[in-house]
């Protein structure tokens, strides 16, 4: 049977009121008195009724995060970020996941307002979703965190990496080592990370006077668990008609991809054809050979993004700000250099 708070202050021997004082620490109480209510709820392994707390204090304690996927990688390694911040500030999450889906998007940001929580972290939020501005009034009711999206509301914080600098970055160390036809893999058309890589591949591509339109490959959701495989599948038709020399992908899931559509078609990487990913998720360094990536500062971005989140709660939602962070390369062993 669960233990009530009663329980605790009758072994304390004190009332309801100083257990709840104490346990919220919103009012002094003397140091025996609450050693001897901390000691009783450590000997009845008392466990507060969070629902019941939160209507007292007229606040919640839960934050929602949407997320767009949980087969890619990269986005487990944010949440552990936005969990490991939160949690030192006693705030716990629910996580919700859209599928890449803008209606499920809607849906679960529904959801979460519906539930009361103290403020939400979009990570990816669809183009269509931003620009159908489903998120301006939702904005000025509750706290809002972005991770990697465009700006479109002064009233949300963001946390963003530089991905049109980290996809310059990634193109100029493939034509660095001589490569100039170099293929561009990118997922749908409603994601914000892909559009700004292919924005930085065709200024890149267009400066060297090499740009080519049918290099650009869709392989459609970028973050599910047929990625690798269906960007096989694309790529075993593709590479051997191409004359490129390199891929850039825009996420490791695709590049992944790219790897294994090689091996099937026995071309070797990086001698016969060089790759690079973007996100460095865990799995790309086991790979053999292991793949040359951009690191996202994957945990920094949800470490960050928490934070932003806590000052929108404490300035009760009136000020934002947005923090953009640095891509690292990742030199490994899918690229040849000359």
Known sequence: MKVTIQEVAKKANVSVATVSRVMNGNYPVKAETRSAVLKAIDELNYIPNMQARELTQKKSTTIGVVVPSINNMFFPEVINGIEHTLKKNSLSIILTCTNNDPYEEKACINNLVSRNVSGII?????????????????????????????????????????EALGAEIALNYLIDNNHKDILFVRGSKDTYSYNIKEKSYINVMSKLNNFNSENIINIGNGNSSETVDNTVDILLNILPTTSAT?????????????????????????????????????????????????????????????????????????????????????????????
């Open 122 to 162: 979009v990570i990816g939020p669809t183009s269509s979703t931003i620009e159908s501005k489903f998120y301006n009034n939702i904005s000025n009711t509750i706290p809002l965190v972005f991770i990697n999206s465009e700006s479109i509301d002064s009233n949300i914080s963001y946390v963003s990496n530089d």
């Open 246 to 338: 390199a891929v850039f992908a825009c996420n490791d899931l695709m590049a992944l991809g790219v790897l294994n559509a090689c091996k099937k078609l026995g071309k070797k990487v990086p001698d016969d054809i060089s790759i690079v990913g973007y996100d460095n998720i865990p799995l790309s360094q086991f790979v053999e050979p292991k793949l040359t990536t951009m690191d996202q500062n994957m945990f920094l971005l949800g470490t960050n993004a928490a934070i932003l989140l806590l000052e929108k709660i404490e300035c009760e939602n009136k000020y934002s700000k947005r923090i953009i962070l640095n891509n690292t390369l990742i030199e490994r062993e899918t690229v040849k250099k000359i």
